[in-house]
């Protein structure tokens, strides 16, 4: 028996309440997903979702704290048929620092965070294939993992790079002129001092990696 549900496009606002900085965690399943600047003054994130969405917002003190993911009765049957796609577009505020955690299932992904202001990147994904730009300024970590995925990996001009990678029957290809191998690990010339650097962990399966 195929299932063909009738998802929903919604339109979600959350305001920034005033908050210097935030927390993001976002879950997501089988569809395209994408993340990217470009939020109201006044908004931390202003996003068009399908599928439905649970979201849990906390204000301490300075810090926002948001959480959003499918509904349940999606995530349950992630497969149920092409208009249950969770197809989800999110626009941050590229003005507040935020320490953003995305859990990704089976989808397809366009992570651009090149505009905005994150304090750590944590992601993890399944068969999933993923474009990921890394924000152009500031120092940061960012942990990767990832299963059986196809991942391109682009570091901004001007941005240096530490990249440690513990790979399964992963095969990874990085630009080694802008970041030459030593000593086990990929790193730009200048990553000790330079004022923006990105210090990234990877660990993969059966993932395809490529980083430029």
Known sequence: IFFRGTAKSEEVS????GAREASLKLSHGAGEFRVHSGAGVNEYIHAMITGGVEQKV???GD???VKLRPTQEIMSFPMIGPSNQLDWDVAINANIPTALKLNLGANKSIIDLHDLNITDLKLETGASETQLTL???GRFHADLDFGAA???ITVPDGLSARIKASLGAASIN???SRFPRSSG???SPDYDTAVNAADITIDAG???INIK
Do not use: C, F, M, T
């Open 135 to 137: 924000p152009s300024k």
């Open 58 to 60: 906390n204000r301490d």
């Open 150 to 152: 196809s991942l391109s």
């Open 206 to 208: 059966a993932a395809s």
């Open 174 to 176: 990085v630009d080694e």
């Open 185 to 187: 690990y990929y790193q």
């Open 63 to 65: 810090k926002l704290d």
């Open 14 to 17: 959350i305001d920034l309440q």
